[in-house]
């Protein structure tokens, strides 16, 4: 149970404390400073507290807003202010100071609601709350949608309630303090009765609910998903906060729901497909339910975080088989069609992860293409045409989902090869031209986050260490890893799988691939290392299968492409969370993506000719012992981690 604690007695009428505790608070009321820091004291450390001057006017969303939201340490908005527990010692700090130094905002808290003279706001922010020091500003107008919620055409005073002061002394201490941008919500602390009366008026003029929904809609997402999900979507998601429901359990909804669908689709009938296109688009309908009743709940987690983006894949992907084994029964083969189409999907995310981990941080991060991308976001057509052609995981699932109902596998799965390339050379090539016309200083978290998604394993790690003082930079790290790729790719492609010569490859990849990350990756082009040994390791688990004379092979190679496509999700999001990356343990334990490669073509020189099982028996107990450790190493971590709460907020993948 969360305590707030209000900094003078309640004002008649005010329906603060009920708003309060309807957001889980429990409201306790302090008489001065000084017994607001004992109260303060008596609230257990591990447990979220507030300080809410009681004059307080506004929105009900807008204070759950500020003080409910568990991505930050602390929150505020006028009159109001917040601190979880990693940020409980600087408000007790800040509060013993201000009691003990007199502090002007301390004295006049919460004066008596009957002797307070008529007068301004003190402090009133429709479109976000301001510091401190800057609360003598003129109140900023409310949205146009609602200028109706226009407040008094009035300066606003200094500011003079015990919250704001604690929350300009917590950013003093260099404490983040979250003030979310309320656009047209209200949330003010008026002094006098005709500027309270005004101020109510103002929140009366305004839908806080009909703003809640709004708001739980992502901000930025695709053309289908905006236009033909969130419109119904959002009032799932509000029926679903209703009951009680957790984002984390729609997630799993839509888990069981894609499961089932692959499931009708591996009927291999007509009525099969038709359900099981129904079903994935059901699916996604919930999938993006679970992120809005997030937003409209302030239900955000890491664990909740990492399910949304490892169970969309999974999701996918499972699909990907129900249409092969669906194929298979009609007797057509498309496993290598599919098991492509997971590789690229698979590939095409890391480029944006490592993209946007190799320039989240940098500096100076100017570009020219870089410019004519914003300028091209200010034609609205534009905007939705190059969001549609990267083909975000709502158009990717309709046309899935439609193809599926009206045609077969083997067209859905050249359709999506077809879309995703196209795709992909689109996003990575304006993302090159970016990186070698931009002039950017990348950080050492920046080099250590691509080292991590490179996942060398001790092979490579080795070759690094001796290749360290002789392996000069060709224009960045790059050149290594691809030349180690094509060598690799081109044997597995074409060399006789009974023979050496991909071994032989498959060792001088391992070399390459400790050459590329024998210096922090802090290239132009760096950020390409992660997605060239992707392919690589993909790509050749791929080759190998399709050209083995072993019945069942490209099954096998699919399920160990999902297994280790699983850890290298897993390794981006606990980078993306802030957590870090997997244990090193576990990379060498998993082989390193170097060794698995090498494992996979000695595996595949001693046992894919012939026409025998072992090949594929073999591919499939790689598959499930790294399938084994890493779920189990990954469920600990997200299941116990500590890791601050974060939501995706980007681009649809």
Same mark, same amino acid.
């Given at each position: 149970?969360?305590?707030?604690?209000?900094?003078?007695?309640?004002?008649?009428?005010?329906?603060?404390?009920?708003?309060?505790?309807? #957001?889980?608070?429990?409201? *306790?009321?302090?008489?001065?400073?000084?017994?607001?820091?004992?109260?303060?004291?008596?609230?257990?450390?591990?447990?979220?507290?507030?300080?809410?001057?009681?004059?307080?006017?506004?929105?009900?969303?807008?204070?759950?807003?500020?003080?409910?939201?568990?991505?930050?340490?602390?929150?505020?908005?006028?009159?109001?202010?917040?601190?979880?527990?990693?940020?409980?010692?600087?408000?007790? =700090?800040?509060?013993?100071? #201000?009691?003990?130094?007199?502090?002007?905002?301390?004295?006049?808290?919460?004066?008596?609601?009957?002797?307070?003279?008529?007068?301004?706001?003190?402090?009133?922010?429709?479109? /976000?709350?301001?510091?401190?020091?800057?609360?003598?500003?003129?109140?900023?107008?409310?949205?146009?949608?609602?200028?109706?919620?226009?407040? @008094?055409? *009035?300066?606003?005073?200094?500011?003079?309630?015990?919250?704001?002061?604690?929350?300009?002394?917590?950013?003093?201490?260099?404490?983040?303090?979250? =003030?979310?941008?309320?656009?047209?919500?209200?949330?003010?602390?008026?002094?006098?009765?005709?500027?309270?009366?005004?101020?109510?008026?103002?929140?009366?003029?305004?839908?806080?609910?009909?703003?809640?929904?709004?708001?739980?809609?992502?901000?930025?997402? /695709?053309?289908?998903?905006?236009?033909?999900?969130?419109?119904?979507?959002?009032?799932?998601?509000?029926?679903?906060?209703?009951?009680?429901?957790? @984002?984390?359990?729609?997630?799993?909804?839509?888990?069981?729901?894609?499961?089932?669908?692959?499931?009708?689709?591996?009927?291999?009938?007509?009525?099969?497909?038709?359900?099981?296109?129904?079903?994935?688009?059901?699916?996604?309908?919930?999938?993006?339910?679970?992120?809005?009743?997030?937003?409209?709940?302030?239900?955000?987690?890491?664990?909740?975080?990492?399910? $949304?983006?490892?169970?969309?894949?999974?999701?996918?992907?499972?699909?990907?088989?129900?249409?092969?084994?669906?194929?298979?029964?009609?007797?057509? $083969?498309?496993?290598?069609?599919?098991?492509?189409?997971?590789?690229?999907?698979?590939? =095409?995310?890391?480029?944006?992860?490592?993209?946007?981990?190799?320039?989240?941080?940098?500096?100076?991060?100017?570009?020219?293409?870089?410019?004519?991308?914003?300028? #091209?976001?200010?034609?609205?057509?534009?905007?939705?045409?190059? *969001?549609?052609?990267?083909?975000?995981?709502?158009?990717?699932?309709?046309?899935?989902?439609?193809?599926?109902?009206?045609?077969?596998?083997?067209?859905?799965?050249?359709?999506?090869?077809?879309?995703?390339?196209?795709?992909?050379?689109?996003?990575?090539? /304006?993302?090159?031209?970016?990186?070698?016309?931009?002039?950017?200083?990348?950080?050492?978290?920046?080099?250590?986050?691509?080292?991590?998604?490179?996942?060398?394993?001790?092979?490579?790690?080795?070759?690094?260490?001796?290749?360290?003082?002789?392996?000069?930079?060709?224009?960045?790290?790059?050149?290594?890893?691809?030349?180690?790729?094509?060598?690799? !790719?081109?044997?597995?492609?074409?060399?006789?799988?009974?023979?050496? !010569?991909?071994?032989?490859?498959?060792?001088?990849?391992?070399?390459?691939?400790?050459?590329?990350?024998?210096?922090?990756?802090?290239?132009?082009?760096?950020?390409?290392?992660?997605?060239?040994?992707?392919?690589?390791?993909?790509?050749?688990?791929?080759?190998?299968?399709?050209?083995? $004379?072993?019945?069942?092979?490209?099954?096998?190679?699919?399920?160990?492409?999902?297994?280790?496509?699983?850890?290298?999700?897993?390794?981006?999001?606990?980078?993306?969370?802030?957590?870090?990356?997997?244990?090193?343990?576990?990379?060498?334990?998993?082989? /390193?993506?170097?060794? *698995?490669?090498?494992?996979?073509?000695?595996?595949?020189?001693?046992?894919?000719?012939?026409?025998?099982?072992?090949?594929?028996?073999?591919?499939?107990? !790689?598959?499930?012992?790294?399938?084994?450790?890493?779920?189990?190493?990954?469920? =600990?971590?997200?299941?116990?981690?500590?890791?601050?709460?974060?939501?995706?907020?980007?681009?649809?993948?």
């Amino acid at each position: 149970m969360s305590t707030a604690i209000l900094t003078g007695p309640p004002v008649p009428g005010s329906p603060l404390e009920g708003d309060l505790r309807s #957001l889980g608070f429990e409201v *306790r009321t302090a008489a001065d400073p000084r017994e607001t820091a004992a109260l303060l004291a008596a609230v257990p450390a591990g447990e979220r507290v507030a300080v809410v001057d009681p004059r307080f006017v506004g929105h009900r969303h807008a204070l759950r807003l500020a003080l409910t939201d568990p991505r930050f340490p602390a929150g505020a908005a006028p009159g109001a202010l917040t601190a979880r527990p990693e940020a409980r010692q600087g408000l007790t =700090r800040a509060l013993a100071a #201000l009691a003990a130094d007199g502090d002007p905002a301390a004295a006049t808290a919460a004066p008596a609601p009957s002797s307070t003279p008529a007068g301004p706001a003190e402090t009133a922010s429709p479109e /976000g709350a301001a510091s401190a020091a800057e609360s003598a500003a003129p109140a900023e107008a409310p949205a146009p949608s609602a200028p109706a919620a226009t407040l @008094p055409d *009035r300066p606003a005073a200094p500011a003079a309630t015990l919250p704001d002061a604690l929350a300009a002394a917590l950013e003093d201490e260099g404490v983040a303090v979250h =003030r979310p941008e309320l656009g047209s919500l209200v949330a003010a602390v008026p002094v006098g009765p005709q500027a309270r009366k005004e101020t109510r008026d103002a929140v009366a003029a305004v839908d806080d609910e009909a703003v809640r929904l709004r708001s739980a809609v992502k901000s930025r997402d /695709g053309f289908f998903t905006t236009f033909f999900i969130s419109p119904y979507s959002r009032y799932l998601a509000r029926w679903c906060a209703r009951r009680g429901l957790t @984002p984390n359990q729609v997630t799993t909804a839509s888990l069981v729901t894609a499961l089932v669908a692959a499931g009708c689709a591996a009927t291999g009938t007509r009525g099969g497909f038709v359900a099981a296109g129904l079903l994935l688009l059901f699916s996604f309908v919930l999938d993006c339910t679970d992120g809005q009743l997030a937003r409209y709940s302030l239900q955000y987690s890491t664990l909740g975080a990492w399910l $949304d983006a490892t169970f969309d894949r999974a999701k996918e992907y499972a699909y990907y088989a129900g249409l092969a084994l669906g194929a298979a029964r009609g007797g057509d $083969d498309v496993w290598a069609l599919a098991l492509g189409a997971m590789v690229l999907q698979t590939c =095409r995310h890391v480029v944006d992860f490592s993209f946007n981990e190799a320039n989240h941080d940098a500096t100076a991060n100017t570009s020219p293409t870089a410019a004519l991308s914003d300028r #091209l976001d200010g034609v609205g057509w534009t905007v939705w045409a190059r *969001r549609m052609i990267v083909l975000p995981i709502g158009e990717r699932w309709a046309m899935i989902a439609v193809l599926t109902a009206l045609t077969t596998p083997r067209v859905v799965f050249s359709a999506l090869l077809i879309g995703c390339s196209f795709a992909a050379l689109y996003t990575t090539a /304006g993302r090159i031209l970016r990186s070698l016309t931009r002039k950017a200083s990348r950080t050492d978290r920046a080099a250590r986050a691509l080292a991590d998604l490179a996942d060398n394993g001790a092979l490579a790690q080795a070759a690094a260490k001796v290749l360290r003082p002789v392996a000069r930079p060709l224009g960045g790290r790059t050149p290594y890893a691809l030349a180690g790729a094509a060598v690799l !790719l081109a044997a597995a492609a074409a060399a006789p799988l009974d023979g050496p !010569l991909v071994v032989l490859a498959a060792v001088l990849y391992a070399v390459a691939s400790g050459a590329a990350v024998a210096r922090p990756l802090k290239g132009a082009l760096d950020w390409l290392v992660p997605p060239v040994l992707r392919a690589a390791e993909y790509g050749t688990v791929l080759a190998l299968a399709a050209r083995a $004379d072993a019945p069942g092979a490209l099954p096998a190679a699919f399920g160990l492409v999902a297994a280790v496509a699983y850890h290298h999700y897993d390794t981006v999001y606990r980078i993306r969370g802030d957590a870090g990356a997997p244990p090193a343990w576990l990379v060498r334990a998993l082989g /390193g993506q170097e060794g *698995r490669t090498l494992l996979a073509a000695v595996l595949a020189a001693l046992l894919a000719t012939g026409g025998g099982d072992g090949f594929p028996l073999a591919l499939t107990a !790689l598959a499930g012992a790294v399938a084994l450790l890493g779920l189990a190493e990954s469920i =600990r971590f997200w299941v116990s981690s500590g890791a601050p709460a974060v939501h995706d907020e980007g681009e649809p993948a």
